[in-house]
């Protein structure tokens, strides 16, 4: 029996919990309900220990439970953490790394999918802080089902009911199921940019931080892929369960993508790969005086381009960083290095594109056809780009 762990924070919808303990078992799922302290103020855990036939899990540091249950050991066994009603309180928790209880704890140590169901005040749920910390949890790949609108337990009218059991469960078991989507497939990404050495201490490069690509890696994680990291130079946390392959230059990525290629299904090149390099790279600093004479460039390998000549299978996604003529320009490249995608982004956007936690992108398929995103965060934006790779994935 699949197990799921339920989080039960203080909201007077806390009655609704009781429906979605039921309407999981329905579906043939084992229940572990987690309660935050304030939340046994309105209904005892003994209720939901009758309903899920399991000890309720309020403090981490009972005795009984810590013989049985641990948070890390629990986070191994469920396969979603759905949190409702979710307070605005413990929302800012989960978004801030908060770990004072068994519940905030336990968000921290999970690597399944995570679904979180608002409930509160309308005031409360629009609050800056509550919208800000909302956000947040939305580019760490968390997932929410919207509050509805209607009569509040404050006996006012609004936005900040929790959204009816049925919606929750099924959004539940959406994630489930996208959590195994690309289980048994290989998935290369390339990130962030190349450097293209003129001595030991001068390069050329360009502004991508490899965050587009850090992102989708997460994504691809959190689909069941194993996944492959090509990044060239970055400040930032990769993702640590893909396989990283750190380079340098252009021809050094070429390098390590050719070798991954036979045994992946699919490739995404969000890397920004330098289209020129130094003929010679120099092993001494070249004197300032010299520099105008040694300066030349050469192409670098069009890795794509190489790819889809050698494909057998894969899906290939490309990226096109344009600054005009976005959509023209990406069709372009898209027929010149035979993709099945071609994500295209606007880099002359300051708020989008290089260096950003956001991104509005088009993705553009092999008929021309084109979603056009919203600006949200690259985990979102990595969100679409993989439930359109999904639908290309073994045809
Ligand atoms: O890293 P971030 O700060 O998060 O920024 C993200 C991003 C803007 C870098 C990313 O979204 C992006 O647009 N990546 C592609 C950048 C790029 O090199 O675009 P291009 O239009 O020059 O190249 C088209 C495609 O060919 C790309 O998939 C590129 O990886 C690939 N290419 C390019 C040159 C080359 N020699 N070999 C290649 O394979």
């Known amino acids: 029996m699949t197990k799921i762990a339920l989080g039960v924070s203080s909201s007077i919808s806390i009655y609704k919990a009781c429906e979605i303990v039921r309407r999981f078992q329905e579906k043939k799922f084992k229940v572990q309900v987690i309660m935050t302290k304030n939340a046994t103020q309105f209904i005892s855990p003994l209720l939901f220990s009758a309903l899920s036939g399991q000890e309720v899990v309020v403090d981490p540091f009972e005795k009984a439970l810590s013989k049985t249950i641990a948070h890390v050991s629990l986070a191994q066994e469920i396969s979603l953490l759905c949190v409702a009603p979710a307070t605005a309180n413990i929302i800012g928790k989960f978004s801030s790394g908060v770990a004072d209880d068994f519940l905030s704890t336990f968000f921290q140590t999970v690597k399944c999918p995570v679904l979180i169901a608002p409930a509160m005040n309308e005031a409360m749920y629009f609050h800056h802080p509550t919208q800000t910390n909302i ?48 289980k048994g497939k290989s998935v290369l990404i390339t990130a962030g940019p190349t450097r293209e050495y003129l001595d030991p201490v001068r390069f050329v490069s360009n502004r991508s931080s490899g965050k587009m690509g850090y992102e989708l890696a997460a994504e691809g994680l959190s689909r069941g892929a194993e996944v492959i990291l090509v990044s060239g130079p970055t400040q930032i946390m990769p993702p640590v369960d893909a396989e990283l392959r750190k380079v340098q230059t252009a021809e050094e990525m070429e390098k390590e993508v050719q070798a991954c290629f036979p045994r992946v299904d699919v490739v995404i090149m969000a890397a920004a790969v330098s289209d020129f390099r130094f003929p010679n790279v120099s092993s001494q600093k070249i004197k300032k005086r010299e520099l105008k004479s040694v300066i030349e460039f050469v192409s670098t390998p069009d890795i794509l381009g190489k790819l889809s000549q050698k494909k057998a299978g894969q899906v290939l996604v490309g990226f096109a960083a344009e600054t005009d003529n976005i959509l023209k320009n990406a069709k372009e490249k898209m027929r010149e290095k035979h993709l099945d995608l071609m994500v295209a982004n606007d880099v002359k956007q300051r708020d989008i594109g290089f260096d950003s936690d956001y991104n509005r992108v088009s993705i553009i398929d092999s008929h021309g056809k084109v979603l056009k995103t919203e600006k949200m965060s690259k985990r979102e934006i990595s969100q679409i780009i993989f439930d359109k790779i999904e639908g290309l994935v073994g045809k």
């Open 135 to 182: 956000q947040r949890l939305k580019a760490m790949g968390v997932k929410f089902v919207e509050p509805e609108e209607g009569y509040l337990a404050c006996q006012e009218e609004g936005w900040g009911r929790l959204a009816a059991p049925e919606k929750i469960v099924e959004e539940g078991l959406k994630l489930i199921k996208i959590s195994k989507s690309l």
